[in-house]
């Protein structure tokens, strides 16, 4: 069981870029799939996830109307389109899997210890 997250980079603030998370050994149609991020001397953060189906979708309040999340279960990928970047930005993203709606609806964030499998962490460094 693995998940893979790549697509990271250097970008300048205002740009893009797609982070993916694949995965091998397992089918994600099963499961919610989390994007989080931690930057130097701060907790892990949930930044996005998406239910099985697709039809669920939960964003951080720090990247709502900037970021898209989407899956291609044919593909066993799951997407973070990332657009209007800014400097705060700038974590390592990872990717994670969960069996559970993967947010809390009663206290509005995505908790680390819900999820099981965790992908390596791809660098995003966004230039001021």
């Known amino acids: 069981v693995q998940l893979q997250a790549s697509g990271g980079g250097l970008v300048q603030a205002g740009g893009s870029l797609r982070l993916s998370c694949a995965a091998s050994?397992?089918?994600?149609?099963?499961?919610?799939i989390g994007w989080f991020r931690q930057a130097p001397g701060k907790e892990r953060e949930g930044v996005s996830c998406i239910r099985e189906s697709g039809g669920n979708i939960y964003y951080a309040d720090s990247v709502k109307g900037r970021f898209t999340i989407s899956r291609d279960n044919a593909k066993n990928t799951v997407y973070l389109q990332m657009n209007s970047l800014k400097p705060e930005d700038t974590a390592v993203y990872y990717c994670?899997?969960?069996?559970?709606?993967?947010?809390?609806?009663?206290?509005?964030?995505?908790?680390?210890?819900?999820?099981?499998?965790w992908g390596q962490g791809t660098q995003v460094t966004v230039s001021s």
């Open positions: 994670a899997s969960t069996p559970s709606e993967g947010y809390s609806s009663t206290y509005g964030y995505m908790p680390v210890s819900w999820y099981d499998y």
């Open positions: 050994g397992f089918a994600l149609d099963f499961y919610t």
